[in-house]
């Protein structure tokens, strides 16, 4: 619920727009983070085309149960990494067949590193640009400060501020899809009823986003992959 006198934020209005069946607001919100959605599936399922279909579907669900999203437990792009996750996770699963034992423990640990690895390069990439610069040249690059800085043309200083700044919003994002997987309910894993084309199992009364989606398509969203 929003706080009476406080400005909406840009998701609690995008939120808003879908209940109204507005199309529009589909295409904004496919054209700013579908790269991200697809970027995450991609890195989880190792698939391209799989990874476009889990695209559409995330994006479809949205469109279909606009109140799934809850302002209050984080940002809509959280929400969406984490529906993104869960379902990757659960086609990882569902392609791997009926295990037991230590096979099963095994399989999932795999899974689930993988999964936390996407997840993290996930939130990572939704930073803005000085901050993922800096965590991927210290962080990944393996360069101490002061080589961060000189890479970068900034202080040393500057690179520490940068770096905490950056693991900061990394670790509320993390929390966030956490709260959001834990409270997000569990919907089959490959839902083939809920695409944008409006053919599935759905209520079929929002069929029309079809057009909307795929017009952020045909901008190179879901197409080749980030």
Do not use: N
């Amino acid at each position: 619920m929003t706080t009476p006198g406080r400005t909406p934020r840009w998701d609690e209005q995008l939120q808003r727009r879908l209940a109204r069946g507005e199309e529009t607001a589909l295409a904004e919100l496919y054209d700013q983070l579908a790269p991200l959605v697809h970027g995450l599936a991609g890195r989880i399922l190792a698939d391209q085309t799989a990874a476009e279909q889990l695209t559409r579907e995330v994006f479809a669900h949205l469109w279909e149960h606009p109140e799934a999203f809850d302002p209050e437990q984080g940002s809509l792009r959280s929400w969406l990494g984490a529906l993104t996750h869960r379902r990757a996770v659960d086609r990882l699963r569902l392609a791997r067949g009926p295990l037991h034992g230590v096979y099963r423990d095994a399989a999932d640990d795999a899974i689930r590193t993988l999964a936390t690895a996407a997840r993290v390069q996930y939130v990572v990439d939704s930073l803005p640009d000085s901050l993922r610069e800096t965590i991927a040249v210290t962080y990944y690059d393996g360069r101490t400060y002061q080589e961060t800085a000189d890479r970068l043309g900034i202080s040393e200083q500057a690179a520490k501020q940068r770096m905490r700044l950056g693991l900061e919003l990394l670790a509320t994002e993390l929390a966030e899809a956490e709260a959001q997987t834990e409270t997000e309910p569990r919907i089959g894993a490959g839902s083939e009823g809920e695409s944008l084309s409006g053919t599935g199992t759905g209520s079929g009364t929002r069929s029309e986003a079809g057009s909307a989606a795929e017009a952020g398509t045909e901008r190179g969203i879901g197409g080749g992959g980030p």
